[in-house]
C-alpha cells in the first residue's frame, strides 16, 4: 500500500497539519511489554516544539515481529485521563514501510520533527507490531513513557 497527500492549495505549499482529540483511550501496557519481551523508549521525556522525538523499539525475544510505518497512534493526556490524537492528515511522508525487529536485529528506531505536527502537553506514542506482516495477526500494542511538550 502506498500513501499519496495532495492538497488543491497554493503549489509548493505544505498542507498545515492539526488534530483533534478522539475517544478515551483505556489502553494499558500489554503482558510482552510488562516482562520485558518488548521495550518502547523515548531518547527524552522533555521537548520543545524546534526539537525532534526519536522512539526506539526493542525486542528481547527469539522471535520476528514486524514494525509498519504507518501504524503510529498518539494518545494526549488531557484531566489525568488519555485521549486518541486524530490528524487532519496522515503526518508521514513516504508509503507503508515494514520492519523487522528479531533478536540479531532487536531495535527500530524513528526520528520525527515536532513543530510540523504537535502542539504544547503531554503525549505518548502506541506503536503496533505483528508476528506477521500483515495487521491483526497476533499484534502486540506497544505505549511509550508520557512526554511533555513545551
Partial sequence: ???FL????EPNKDPKITYTLGNTSSLTESEHQLNGDFKISMDKSNYTLSDSITYTITNNTDIEYYVIS???TLEKKVNNTW???IFNI???EDGQEIDKVTKENP?????RPLDEWLT???FRIVRIISKDRDINTEDIILLSSEFTIK
Fill in 83 to 85: 485521549k486518541k490524537v
Fill in 107 to 111: 531495535f527500530y528506531s524513528e526520528t
Fill in 120 to 122: 504544547v502537553g503531554t
Fill in 6 to 9: 495532495s492538497s488543491c492549495g
Fill in 70 to 72: 504507518n501504524e503510529i
Fill in 90 to 92: 496522515i503526518p508521514i
Fill in 1 to 3: 500500500m502506498v500513501v
